[in-house]
């Protein structure tokens, strides 16, 4: 039987490439308006996952639920229908269009005589910008925009579709401090507005600062599903690896040997400006 607030469900799933077994009757699940993290060592299947629930793969044995039906898609375009969208850590975006342009594109608005209805898909975007509280300007070229601006378009373009589950892959990988933090601002704000999230990453700060639950996967298994409350970071590092980690930074002991390299009273002049960027450096 499935749980009534279990949002979306993984029993037993299975992937295989070849030889190989990426997932082995992994187990997940993802409740209503919550925020699950999913960690593990590079190769341990997270992003396989990902792509299994969301159509990229959609040959594998095992069974995926959805509200408590079960569901299988064959490609993204059909889980996007469904109301899934996966954030990658690599953007989907093109830099020579507009945020609107974005956001729309594949799916623009026409008026009757088969023209693209710019009015209604720059009004609409920003509409949909201001709800998110996205301080981002529809018209606006996504290339002229850094990265973290570009992640929060990414987000945009998915919440554009009625995505009431997001799925994150390392969405953070690129983004500087402060990105961060506005990242995790909008994902909570999802959150209360009961969109809900997987949240892959490295950082285990993210995870700790933001989920609700955290899922380990090792060798393409699952591992144990906690609350974010009743676990640490040394335990989900000792599930990651597979043994209990007594020391994460061990001191090392190294002998110099002779002067590789040495420089001395260096000075550099840029050529187009004609200023000298550096001077005397030994």
Not at 40 to 46: F, I, S, V
Not at 50 to 67: A, D, E, M, N, R
Request: charged content about 25%.
């Amino acid at each position: 039987m499935s749980s009534p607030d279990k949002i979306l469900e993984i029993r037993d799933l299975t992937k295989i490439f070849g030889e190989v077994t990426v997932l082995d009757k992994v187990n997940f699940d993802l409740k209503e308006g919550e925020i699950h993290g999913l960690c593990g060592e590079n190769g341990a299947g997270k992003s396989t996952l990902l792509k299994c629930i969301s159509g990229v793969y959609p040959s594998y044995s095992g069974q995926i639920l959805l509200s408590g039906s079960p569901c299988s898609f064959a490609d993204i375009s059909e889980s996007r229908k469904a109301g899934l969208a996966v954030i990658y850590q690599e953007l989907s975006l093109v830099n020579e269009l507009s945020i609107a342009e974005n956001i729309f594109l594949g799916e623009e608005p026409v008026v009757s005589s088969g023209l693209i209805d710019t009015d209604v898909m720059y009004s609409e975007t920003a509409g949909l910008l201001s709800r998110f509280g996205l301080d981002l300007k529809a018209e606006a070229l996504v290339g002229d925009l850094g990265v973290g601006k570009q992640q929060l378009v990414e987000i945009a373009k998915a919440l554009s579709k009625n995505a009431r589950i997001l799925l994150f892959d390392e969405p953070s990988s690129a983004l500087t401090e402060a990105e961060v933090k506005v990242l995790m601002d909008i994902i909570r704000g999802l959150r209360d507005k009961g969109v809900s999230c997987v949240y892959i990453s490295h950082k285990l700060d993210e995870i700790f600062e933001i989920c609700d639950r955290v899922t380990v996967l090792r060798d393409g298994k699952t591992i144990k599903t906690m609350d974010i409350g009743d676990t640490n970071t040394a335990e989900i590092i000792s599930l990651m690896v597979g043994r209990e980690i007594t020391d994460i930074y061990p001191k090392r002991s190294s002998q110099p040997g002779e002067v590789a390299l040495e420089v001395e009273g260096l000075s550099v002049v840029d050529e187009q400006s004609g200023k000298q960027v550096l001077k005397d450096i030994s």
